[in-house]
């Protein structure tokens, strides 16, 4: 079960935080290049965001799992920081999912406009960091989950000799 749980973690991270930095870092670009313009290029995305929320959320609760699994084999510093990330990042995934259908009300779809232009960018702003912070709070989450993972099959290993 450890193997299909880490596997699971591994994977579901890659897609959702692989998936976020592909987009931010060329697909955004790309269709705006192609459309003309980052609004343009928004109503395109903002179709993609809702995939990506998504998949943040089932990541979450894996990732959530994890914590949980390898709660006896990780130290009280392990413990302290993936509880800290993993808190950070589920809050700044509601943060998101509170703020998108915002967003879209403000949106004429059909007209591919935007209402409230000024209320608009300063909410796209906050969802733009709050997005950012997820990702960079999403570093530490690994980096820990990693090291625990090494500690308990180092551990396991002497167990057996």
């Known amino acids: 079960m450890t193997i299909w749980r880490?596997?699971?973690?591994?994977?579901?991270?890659?897609?959702?935080?692989?998936?976020?930095?592909?987009?931010?870092?060329?697909a955004i670009p790309v269709a705006s290049d192609v459309l003309g313009s980052h609004r343009a290029a928004g109503f395109i995305t903002r179709q993609v965001t809702q995939w990506l929320n998504l998949a943040g959320g089932v990541t979450l609760v894996v990732l959530a799992w994890n914590v949980a699994a390898d709660w006896r084999v990780a130290t009280r510093m392990d413990r302290r920081v993936l509880v800290w990330t993993l808190g950070f990042l589920i809050?700044?995934?509601v943060a998101l999912l509170v703020l998108h259908p915002v967003l879209d009300a403000?949106?004429?779809?059909?007209?591919?406009?935007?209402?409230?232009?000024?209320?608009?960018?300063?909410?796209?702003?906050?969802?733009?960091?709050?997005?950012?912070?997820?990702?960079?709070?999403g570093l530490p989450y690994l980096w820990w989950t990693l090291a625990v993972w090494r500690r308990a099959d180092r551990a396991a290993a002497e167990a057996v000799c």
Request: aromatic letters at 20%; glycine letters at 8%; one cysteine or more.
């Open 6 to 26: 880490r596997f699971l973690v591994v994977a579901l991270f890659a897609f959702w935080m692989g998936g976020f930095t592909f987009y931010t870092g060329v």
């Open 91 to 93: 809050a700044c995934e």
């Open 106 to 137: 403000r949106l004429d779809v059909a007209a591919r406009r935007v209402v409230d232009g000024e209320g608009f960018d300063a909410l796209h702003r906050a969802y733009l960091w709050i997005s950012t912070a997820q990702w960079i709070a």
